[in-house]
Structure formats: C-alpha cells, structure tokens
C-alpha cells in the first residue's frame, strides 16, 4: 500500500525509534530482519496454520439484520470476539512468537494493562514452550484478579509493579529496564500498533489478516465494498488490521473510536486525536495526551483497553492526512452500545468494542450503505463493569 513505512520506520513526520543505546543492537536486528522472516513461505505456512487451528481462523462476517433494520442500512460484524483467548490480540502475539524463535530469543516478555495482551502473550509461550515474564502494575492486578489466575495457570511469572500510578504505564517502564537488562536473549511482546519501529509496521502487518478476510467476505456477499469500516482504537492495532487493505482505496471510509470517557472536556478521557499533541512515547513520535511541560497524562476509559494515553504512529498520520475519521464516544455511550448489541443480536461485546458499535448511533446512515463494525472481543472480562454499571436497571429496556 502507498501508505507504508519508510526505511528508517516513519509514516509522515510520526514513527521512528527512539530507544536507549543499550537496546538499539536488538531493535536494528529486528528492523533489519522482520520483513525477510514474515514475508518468507515457511513462515506465512506456519503463521496461518496456527491461525486457523490454534486461534479459529477465519472470524466469521455475520450479518446484524435487527441492527440493519434499525439504522437503516446493511451492518456486518467482524467477530474477532469469537477468537481463542476472546479477542483479536492473540494475532499478534502469535505472529510474534513466531519471529522471536526464528530470531533465537529464549525468553519472552510482555507489559499487560488489563490483561488481556497478557494472557494472549502467556498463551503463546506455554504453546511454544518459552518462559513469559509479563509486567503489571499493582492496581491493575487487583482490578484484573481473573487474568492474572490466567496467565499464571498457562505458566507465566506476572510481576507486579509498585512504581507510579501502579497501571500499564509503570508496567511499561519496567518492561522496558527488563529489555535493556537482557537484550540478547529476550523478546518483548508489545501488545499494540505502538513502540519503537519496526513494532507498528509489525503488529500492523500480522493484525491485516482481519481485512484481507473482509475484503474476500464483502465479495463473496454481493461483490460490493464496504462503505464504512467502524472500529475502536486503544492504540489502535484492531483498526489497523481491519483498515489494512482498503487503505489506499478512498471510496472505503475508515472510522476510528477513541474513548471519550466521561466527555472530552472533563480532563477524565482517552480521546487522543481529540486532545493530544505530537511527541516522544514509548519509543516513537506520535499524539499522545501531555501537559504543558510534555508530560505524560493519565487516559480514562470505562475500558481497560482504551486506556491509553497515545495511539500508534501510523495512525497519528492517517489523523493528520485525513484519511481515516477519529471520532470519540463516552463511557456512557459505550454501555448503552454494549447493551444495543446484546439485546438486538445476541453478542455481549467486549467494552472496547461497544464504543465501535455506539458511533452507529452518533450519525445518520443511507440505505445502500455497507457499514462493517469490528467486534474487537467479547464482554465476559467486563461482567463486573456490566453489572456495576447497570445495576438493577439490567433487567430493563436500552
Ligand atoms: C486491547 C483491546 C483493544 C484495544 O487495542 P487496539 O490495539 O487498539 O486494538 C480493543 N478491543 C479489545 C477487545 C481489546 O482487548
């Protein structure tokens, strides 16, 4: 596609890899050795094997004809929500897996904030038979007690972190140090579209399975394209991968939710187009949310997932160039959108993804129009949100 990454790993002016000395021998290995090792014939046969028999390839495009009826045009669902593990991230990370044993790393780490990259990291290793060391920040495993039992009982050490806000950005940080201690023989498992290059290029290229599948569904159902692809973006690789391969074809309108949180100017949101400048995070140029001096904000978000303070580099380009929309929606929004889907068709979104599926209601749509809305994952990790925020009126009408 024309909107590739350069040479020295940028999308525009966003990209980049700005990483400590000490780790730059294992990023230039990875930059100078990722394209040759995924593009290879006896990887591609590996990595779609394991796709379709450990993951569940492919995801199914199902039809929400209740939902059509109600906003009036043709909605289809990308089920990522039905994948092993419960969500589009165990692309990646077996995508990644893959190149760290053809890259001769032994050992693998992961930072996780919810848990969810977590667990999809620490499955992968107990299929490959890799030690997993995943960094978490304290607050989060008290919050996310279910996955840290998962990725223990698949073998993984999840080390807790004391530093900080206790969250996925401390959690980061120590993952990095770990790096920089071990650059030889450890992989790092980043969970997203995000870090230094070649990552976003990466994570991009292993999650675009989600639109060549699209492309191949939307022919085979009437050869028609679709006109809108809606997803959310917590830094933004389920959009990224579902985007892909429409992206150079203009008459195909990608749309991009970020979360609101409790409204964008409430200083409690995760909006980052919306509020964020350019700068320097977690290794690449890209918007994040910062104050005056360039620090760092904390995100919100009803959804662990979405809540992160950056988005992804390429995305950051797409926002300025145009071609991809990035609209917002809160919290609240998100809930009803979960419920929407649940009573109308059957499926308890994940939280993340119901901010996908709450945009269809933000605007009008017309009857020849094919919406595509990515069901990142599914909502059993968010029951106890559900249940606190319904309350009693979970019985009642949307
Ligand atoms: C982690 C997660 C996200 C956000 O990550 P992206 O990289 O933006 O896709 C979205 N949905 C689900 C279900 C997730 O687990």
């Not at 009826?69 to 077996?94: P, Q």
């Not at 159902?221 to 150079?248: E, L, W």
């Not at 690449?284 to 959804?303: K, N, P, W």
């Amino acid at each position: 596609m024309t909107h590739n990454v350069s040479e020295r790993g940028f999308f525009g002016e966003f990209g980049g890899a700005y990483v400590p000395e000490m780790l730059y021998p294992n990023v230039r290995e990875l930059q100078q050795q990722y394209r040759d090792i995924i593009e290879s014939d006896e990887f591609s046969r590996e990595f779609e094997q394991l796709l379709a028999d450990f993951a569940g390839r492919p995801t199914p495009l199902f039809s929400a004809e209740k939902l059509s009826r109600r906003f009036g045009c043709e909605i289809l669902l990308k089920r990522e929500d039905l994948l092993h593990t419960g969500a589009h991230k165990i692309n990646n990370t077996i995508g990644q897996i893959l190149l760290a044993k053809r890259l001769g790393r032994s050992r693998i780490i992961a930072e996780t904030g919810a848990g969810q990259h977590g667990v999809a990291t620490a499955t992968v290793c107990a299929l490959m038979g890799l030690p997993c060391v995943v960094y978490m920040g304290e607050l989060d495993m008290k919050r996310q007690a279910l996955n840290v039992a998962r990725m223990k009982l698949l073998g993984a050490e999840v080390r807790g972190v004391s530093s900080g806000s206790k969250t996925l950005k401390d959690a980061t940080n120590e993952a990095m140090r770990d790096w920089i201690a071990n650059p030889k023989d450890t992989h790092y498992i980043i969970g997203s579209v995000v870090g230094p290059h070649p990552f976003p290029d990466m994570v991009a290229r292993f999650q675009s399975v989600i639109s060549a599948e699209l492309k191949e569904q939307c022919l085979e159902r009437g050869a028609k394209k679709p006109s809108y692809i809606i997803a959310c973006v917590g830094g933004g690789s389920n959009a990224m991968g579902a985007f892909y391969h429409f992206a150079d074809d203009p008459a195909v309108r990608l749309i991009g939710v970020e979360a609101a949180g409790c409204g964008l100017t409430s200083g409690r949101s995760a909006a980052t187009t919306a509020l964020g400048r350019s700068g320097i995070l977690h290794g690449s140029r890209t918007l994040f949310m910062q104050t005056d001096d360039g620090q760092v904000e904390e995100a919100h978000s009803i959804s662990a997932g979405l809540d992160y303070p950056g988005i992804g580099p390429q995305h950051a380009y797409f926002h300025v160039t145009g071609r991809v929309l990035y609209v917002s929606v809160t919290d609240e929004e998100a809930l009803r959108g979960a419920k929407l889907l649940a009573r109308e068709q059957g499926i308890i979104p994940a939280l993340e993804s119901a901010h996908a599926v709450a945009y269809l209601e933000k605007r009008e749509w017309r009857p020849d129009d094919r919406v595509v809305v990515v069901i990142s994952g599914r909502g059993d990790k968010d029951m106890t949100t559900y249940i606190d925020a319904y309350g009693e009126a979970i019985a009642h009408e949307i």
